[in-house]
């Protein structure tokens, strides 16, 4: 049996075999989930829709939150002819083409929205060729991106669009959408009488990673299982979709049509905690499961320096220095023969000696600046360029701890409500166990100036 035999043509002239994300796309601002910061009601995005406003726009958030959806319902909003086109697949030609047609249909006092599907994929001779109509308004341009614009959008064009960031959809939200995919006999799944526990709509939802497409295509998945049931499922009954079921079709999601997506973020945790934890074993193992799934070198560079820094620091200050250059080698090398780069620095940060102390004290100073009000910098700190800044007595009383013995001054350098507060506390660990006994020797030093301190 088949998900779609006996099932009409699909609304909005979509083919019965279409996918189920296609189908049950939301058709207006009513339907759409998530994006309340944009589009609830009285929201900035909102009011410009409907005031017919909205002008040309970068949507800016990870796949499946409905940047092509929020197009397609802003083109239907406005009355505006919709033009779809991927960055992946067209150049300047196709572009020029589209600007065209566009600056023809102005004439007539239609409008175009022109569609641009992964933006950042274009260079930027082709973002060029978008500027002049934007800036004339023969079309509204919205494009949508999953890279930061201010990276990736040429500035003369991100100056005249907005950035509208969508974020994640909730799990409750996929959830609430799934079940609502299953009931509705239109576009979804309800012609064919699947049940479901909440709890499998769950699993699915919580794998999504908020990607409602990939929730989608999940559910699709457990549907077939549903429909033809294997006989090493225990299932509840025919056409019923349980936690068990729902766990096979996850899984068979991940093998069949995301290999870089397979528990993304519980791997990058695995192997941070590993080399935290100083398992040089589990680290690699670790690392070559990401690469095995397609990860972005760069991205676990990236990750791999970040572990230098907050997890062995000063106890080893030569390993942030060691990691950025497996980054370099592996940028000049590239895959597969950078990847021992990054293994030979998992490796020694494993075995390195650990100090989270630098991370802790700036995380304890950053606190601090958060729930005290902000202390002007003492007089004796402050420069003093001018003539005008010296009769107010900046400067006064600094000393320079060149000429003091030991290299040190009697001189407090925190705001006086700080004074004495001790954020830094070196561990006995590698090369911060120097670092200690620095400190203490610099705490003698005062002590031996100040002797009432």
């Known amino acids: 049996m088949s998900l779609f035999d006996g099932e009409p043509e699909g609304p909005q002239g979509l083919p019965r075999t279409a996918p189920l994300a296609e189908r049950m796309r939301p058709r207006s601002l009513e339907e759409l989930s998530g994006q309340e910061h944009l589009v609830g009601p009285g929201k900035p995005?909102?009011?410009q829709i409907e005031h017919d406003d909205s002008g040309s726009m970068i949507l800016w958030g990870p796949p499946g939150v409905g940047k092509t959806t929020l197009a397609k319902i802003i083109a239907e909003t406005t009355k505006a002819s919709f033009i779809e086109f991927s960055a992946v697949t067209s150049g300047i030609k196709e572009i020029k083409q589209v600007m065209v047609a566009a600056a023809q249909a102005s004439e007539m006092h239609s409008r175009t929205i022109l569609f641009v599907d992964e933006i950042h994929r274009f260079n930027k001779a082709q973002q060029d060729a978008f500027l002049p109509y934007v800036e004339r308004g023969t079309i509204r341009l919205i494009g949508a991106t999953t890279e930061n614009p201010s990276f990736e959008i040429i500035s003369a064009l991100l100056s005249?669009?907005?950035?509208?960031?969508?974020e994640p959809l909730t799990e409750k939200q996929i959830a609430a959408l799934l079940r609502r995919a299953l009931e509705d006999r239109e576009r979804g799944l309800g012609a064919l009488g699947l049940t479901a526990d909440d709890d499998?709509?769950?699993?699915?939802?919580?794998?999504?990673s908020g990607?409602?497409?990939?929730?989608?295509?999940?559910?699709?998945?457990?549907?077939?299982?549903?429909l033809e049931p294997s006989q090493d499922l225990d299932q509840v009954s025919a056409k019923h979709i349980d936690k068990t079921l729902a766990g096979v079709a996850v899984q068979q999601r991940v093998l069949l049509y995301d290999k870089s997506g397979e528990e993304h973020y519980n791997l990058i945790s695995a192997l941070h905690k590993s080399v935290r934890n100083s398992d040089p074993d589990a680290a690699l193992y670790w690392l070559a499961r990401m690469f095995a799934a397609g990860e972005d070198p760069l991205y676990l560079a990236r990750r791999v320096v970040r572990m230098a820094v907050e997890d062995i620091g000063l106890a080893a200050p030569e390993a942030l220095?060691?990691?950025?250059?497996?980054?370099?080698?592996?940028e000049f090398l590239?895959?597969?023969?950078?990847?021992?780069?990054?293994a030979e620095a998992v490796v020694y940060l494993s075995l390195a000696p650990k100090s989270n102390s630098v991370y802790t004290a700036y995380g304890a100073v950053q606190q601090?600046?958060?729930?005290?009000?902000?202390?002007?910098v003492p007089l004796h700190l402050r420069n003093a360029p001018t003539r005008l800044m010296k009769e107010l007595d900046y400067g006064k009383g600094y000393l320079y701890a060149h000429d003091e013995e030991g290299r040190v001054a009697d001189m407090d350098c925190l705001p006086d409500s700080l004074r004495g507060h001790s954020y830094y506390q070196p561990t006995q660990e590698g090369r911060e166990k120097l670092l200690a006994q620095r400190m203490e020797e610099i705490r003698r030093i005062r002590a031996a100036k100040h002797p009432t301190g």
């Not at 220095?321 to 980054?327: G, M, Q, T, V, W």
């Open 334 to 342: 590239g895959s597969p023969e950078g990847d021992l780069a990054l």
């Open 45 to 47: 995005l909102r009011v």
């Open 368 to 376: 601090e600046i958060e729930h005290t009000r902000q202390e002007p």
């Open 160 to 166: 005249r669009c907005r950035v509208y960031v969508l």
């Open 200 to 208: 499998a709509l769950e699993l699915i939802a919580s794998y999504s």
């Open 321 to 330: 220095n060691l990691c950025l250059s497996a980054k370099q080698a592996m």
């Open 211 to 226: 990607d409602c497409r990939n929730a989608y295509n999940t559910l699709e998945v457990a549907a077939q299982l549903a």
